[in-house]
């Protein structure tokens, strides 16, 4: 049975790291990332994004979300691996719940989803898995 959740995350913390950086502006960096969730998924997370920038400042990431909180009553955690863009001032994601990375009550949890940035930090997400 195929649920949808949707909701907001907020990043409270950001700390990005360059690990190769051109002359002309260019660079690629990891991001260590937290974030609280609210809506549908009650909960927080922690995430590493490896992201390039072009000369632009736009930037293409990859990266994976370990995510702990309460589903429908359901406690657990789980991993997501993203994959997104950064572009115009708005950073978004399609990703994928790793298979096998459910944890306590959210053993077994599959699923694919989607965010979009918005002002301040804050995103909207949206997720249909399979509990």
Avoid: R
């Amino acid at each position: 049975m195929s649920i949808q959740l949707n909701g907001t995350f907020q990043i409270t913390a950001w700390d990005e790291s360059p690990y190769n950086q051109n002359d002309d502006g260019s660079k690629q960096v990891l991001a260590k990332v937290t974030q609280i969730y609210s809506g549908d998924i009650e909960g927080a997370s922690e995430l590493q994004y490896l992201m390039a920038y072009s000369t632009s400042g736009a930037a293409m990431f990859v990266g994976l979300e370990t995510l702990t909180g309460t589903i429908n009553g359901k406690s657990g955690s789980f991993i997501i691996k993203h994959e997104g863009k950064f572009e115009a001032g708005v950073a978004s994601s399609n990703f994928t719940i790793v298979p096998n990375s459910g944890t306590n009550e959210l053993v077994g949890i599959v699923g694919t989803g989607s965010f979009k940035s918005g002002e301040s930090g804050q995103a909207d997400y949206s997720f249909e898995i399979n509990a």
